[in-house]
């Protein structure tokens, strides 16, 4: 069976396959939608997660996009990838989701940042033991993580969640943002720096601890 | 071309990435064989966003994926006309 790899960066069905299931959910068969959905559903609350910030709304804007994506399938072309399709739709109900919020004025916008401002210096260090990905495992270092993506400001969140969570590459993220790719690279590059520079001081004791580490010497 | 650190500082994305060009990539290497400290830079920035990849970073609530195939299951039902 043919297979790519999808904007979650897991293995999911080929184009082929996947076309061939739409036109077959669009014949009649509509219980295969839920397997075509099956590898995009956890990105897609992520990128909700991210958008929103919260995880009620977040799973009930998923369920609505799910929907949406039901009701629109004849109009998915082969020309992009059908998880990437999701996403950016996904990515426009978050939106509209936050524009209805914002015409609620007890509930405050999150402040508009523009692409000159802030601190792009990373933090500076002489050493780094590397964090293994099993060290996920600890809650502690999964919110540390969680929390500085979803601090963030949005023009920056956005970037680092298509580009280093979605896997997206640079022309499709700057198709979804509708910027040039490259501003796709320039806030890339601030967000990765901003995040290091937050993160580093953090993350450090998450390193296991090296050999010399068992005689009470740091490495 | 020899290349400072707040210069490196400003390709380590990019670097990271494979988007810099041949050229730069070389000046890039020969800096970080003797600066500790850029080298240190791109090691954690680079482990930063492997660790971002992963999974674990975002948990989804329990039960999402039932419930979420549980209201498609009622949207489905209604358009074939089915229960």
Known sequence: ?????????????????????????????????????????????????????????????????????????????????????ALSIARNEGLAWLRKRASRPEEPLEPVVDDSSGDFTPALLTDWREIPPEALERKELQEYLCRAILDLPPIYRDVVQLRDIDELDVQETANMLGITPGSVKVRLHRARTMLQKLLVPKLKSFAPASKRGWFGRRA | MKIDCKHVWQHISSYIDGDVDAALRAEIDRHLEHCEICSAVLDSTRNIVVLLADDRVFEIPAGYSERLHRRLDAVLAADTGGD
């Open chain 1, 1 to 85: 069976m043919t297979s790519e790899i999808s904007a979650t960066g897991r293995e999911a069905p080929g184009r082929e396959a996947t076309s061939a299931a739409i036109a077959r959910i669009l014949a009649g068969e509509v219980q295969l939608f839920h397997e075509l959905i099956r590898p995009v559903e956890r990105a897609v609350f992520v990128m909700l997660y991210s958008l929103l910030r919260n995880e009620t709304d977040a799973e009930d804007v998923a369920q609505e996009t799910f929907i949406k994506i039901y009701r629109n399938l004849q109009s998915f072309r082969g020309d992009a990838k059908f998880s990437t399709w």
